[in-house]
């Protein structure tokens, strides 16, 4: 089964028109998503301080998507910061999004607890956690497992927190307002006729902010009519951690059994 993933960042007060209209659109076209949920400040709204906009995720939840949290406050912290080469390409690729991608563990560890806890409080179970711009430390990862996390992701992988066993399911992202913008639909096409080539799983990742640009809302929209249309099933990130992780494990233990 060829595998198809949509996830919807920066899930919070502050986007919620912008998410709400975007959720709209991925249902429509019959598919499921993986809301990325900010639990802390940020662009100046509360989650907590929010009740429609948590009645609305709690909707959505009852209509199969899925709640993942989604760092703490989706911003760098100064105090743990530096002047190295992993900073600097921190900034390029997040632009200043990186929250989880230079934090030692003990840092990690208190942040991802506290958004936990604003999430369980609000009646959400998150097993997976996506760290802003999917930029984090290895200190992250160990706090991950520590907190109970399942699964986390980067640019290229799909994580098991547990046992940091990995499986390849690329992502395409268009970054508005980005210098990349321009090129972005052109590098999605490619990495979409690769992967449907193929039948590999893919992970489309869509921001508020792409539904204004028309060429944006657009791309993402054909592809996933396009995937779809190829026999691609539409499930959410802890449906597919399900799937690979524990369908490989089936099959390791079948060939114990056959050996």
Same mark, same amino acid.
């Given at each position: 089964?060829?595998?198809?993933?949509? $996830?919807?960042?920066?899930?919070?007060?502050? =986007?919620?028109?912008?998410?709400?209209?975007?959720?709209?659109?991925?249902?429509?076209? !019959?598919?499921?998503? $993986?809301?990325?949920?900010?639990?802390?400040?940020?662009? !100046?709204?509360? &989650?907590?301080?929010?009740?429609?906009?948590?009645?609305?995720?709690?909707?959505?939840?009852?209509?199969?998507?899925?709640?993942?949290?989604?760092?703490?406050?989706?911003? +760098?912290?100064?105090?743990?910061?530096?002047?190295? =080469?992993?900073?600097?390409?921190?900034?390029?690729?997040?632009? !200043? *999004? #990186?929250?989880?991608?230079?934090?030692?563990?003990?840092?990690?560890?208190?942040?991802?607890?506290?958004?936990?806890?604003?999430?369980?409080?609000?009646?959400?179970?998150?097993?997976?956690?996506?760290?802003?711009?999917?930029?984090? /430390?290895?200190?992250?990862?160990?706090?991950?497992?520590?907190?109970?996390?399942?699964?986390?992701?980067?640019? =290229?992988?799909?994580?098991?927190?547990?046992?940091?066993?990995?499986?390849?399911?690329?992502?395409?992202?268009?970054?508005?307002?980005?210098? &990349? $913008?321009?090129?972005?639909?052109?590098?999605?096409?490619?990495?979409?006729?690769? &992967?449907?080539?193929?039948?590999?799983? +893919?992970?489309?990742?869509?921001?508020?902010?792409? &539904?204004?640009?028309?060429?944006?809302?657009?791309?993402?929209?054909?592809?996933?009519?396009?995937? #779809?249309? *190829? !026999?691609?099933?539409?499930?959410?990130?802890?449906?597919?951690?399900?799937?690979?992780?524990? *369908?490989?494990? /089936?099959?390791?233990?079948?060939?114990?059994?056959?050996?």
């Amino acid at each position: 089964m060829s595998r198809l993933v949509v $996830s919807l960042h920066d899930v919070a007060p502050a =986007t919620a028109e912008l998410s709400r209209r975007w959720l709209e659109l991925v249902e429509s076209l !019959g598919a499921k998503a $993986s809301l990325l949920v900010i639990p802390g400040r940020w662009n !100046g709204q509360e &989650l907590k301080d929010a009740p429609a906009f948590i009645d609305w995720l709690h909707a959505a939840e009852a209509r199969g998507h899925e709640i993942v949290q989604h760092g703490m406050l989706h911003k +760098i912290d100064n105090d743990f910061t530096s002047t190295s =080469t992993r900073h600097r390409i921190g900034n390029l690729v997040g632009r !200043g *999004c #990186q929250e989880f991608w230079e934090l030692p563990y003990e840092e990690a560890f208190h942040r991802i607890v506290r958004g936990k806890s604003v999430l369980t409080s609000l009646g959400f179970a998150p097993t997976g956690f996506v760290a802003p711009a999917w930029m984090m /430390s290895k200190g992250t990862l160990d706090a991950l497992r520590d907190t109970g996390f399942l699964y986390t992701n980067n640019h =290229t992988h799909l994580i098991n927190v547990q046992t940091t066993a990995k499986r390849v399911v690329l992502v395409t992202s268009q970054r508005p307002r980005s210098l &990349l $913008s321009m090129p972005g639909v052109a590098v999605t096409r490619g990495i979409a006729t690769y &992967l449907k080539k193929n039948r590999k799983p +893919i992970r489309i990742a869509i921001h508020p902010a792409d &539904l204004i640009p028309a060429r944006l809302r657009i791309a993402n929209m054909n592809l996933i009519t396009q995937f #779809q249309s *190829c !026999g691609y099933q539409s499930m959410t990130y802890h449906e597919l951690f399900e799937m690979e992780f524990s *369908c490989r494990r /089936s099959s390791q233990l079948f060939g114990e059994v056959l050996e």
